[in-house]
């Protein structure tokens, strides 16, 4: 019975038939992952207000030749504002609740947009959050940097932990029409679990916030 288990392990330890003669890089990463596509051709094929779409012809880095179509964004930030000031063990995050007309129903979401040229993102954080909910916030904290839909979609989104919190006057656009919903942690965390909250952001920045709370100063 020892020997199976001894050879089993042997077998998996051996590198996959598509990787033999691949050097390894740091981090465990073989030298055909660390190169980026070579671009042949790129034409913008869409112009719209928040994003463009390019079609891209590509040699890859495992060496196959490829058209991509990329939605081209700027960049967003996600907002998960907490008061831990009543309960710190359970304290409220701020949501959102807003129609979203590409998933055709209204959503539970973390506040969160654009950054706009030229501007940092945490100044856009800052802005978004005085613009979307009114509150401001005295601590800042950069929770994570992760890309929405990497198959077709370059936006990547970065989601700041804002602490210490007081309200103030909100300022949206006009075409934004959000309803504030306030509640706590745990509460957000069940509805979560109950797949009652469907935004992708939204369940990245609650999970990751509760994992790291404890060991966050």
């Known amino acids: 019975m020892v020997q199976k288990t001894k050879t089993a392990v042997q077998k998996t330890a051996r590198p996959a038939p598509g990787n033999k003669g691949m050097k390894k890089t740091t981090g465990g990463k073989t030298a055909a992952s660390s190169k980026k596509a070579q671009v042949l051709s790129s034409k913008k094929v869409f112009q719209g207000r928040v994003f463009s779409v390019f079609r891209d012809e590509v040699i890859e880095p495992g060496g196959h030749k490829n058209v991509r179509e990329v939605i081209r964004h700027n960049g967003s930030v996600v907002i998960l504002a907490v008061d831990e000031s009543k309960n710190p063990r359970d304290p409220d995050v701020i949501l959102e609740r807003q129609y979203r007309h590409a998933s055709g129903q209204f959503l539970l979401e973390l506040p969160a947009g654009r950054v706009e040229p030229r501007e940092s993102t945490l100044a856009a954080a800052k802005r978004e959050m005085i613009e979307e909910t009114g509150y401001r916030a005295k601590r800042w904290t950069l929770l994570a940097k992760y890309f929405a839909s990497p198959g ?64 966050l100063r």
Request: charged share 30%.
């Open 152 to 215: 077709f979609l370059g936006e990547w989104m970065q989601i700041y932990l804002a602490r210490e919190i007081s309200l103030g006057e909100a300022q949206p656009e006009e075409d934004e029409k959000i309803e504030i919903v306030r509640m706590p942690l745990s509460q957000a965390l069940a509805l979560a679990t109950a797949n009652e909250i469907h935004d992708g952001k939204t369940l990245i920045g609650l999970m990751l916030y509760d994992r790291l709370r404890k060991d």
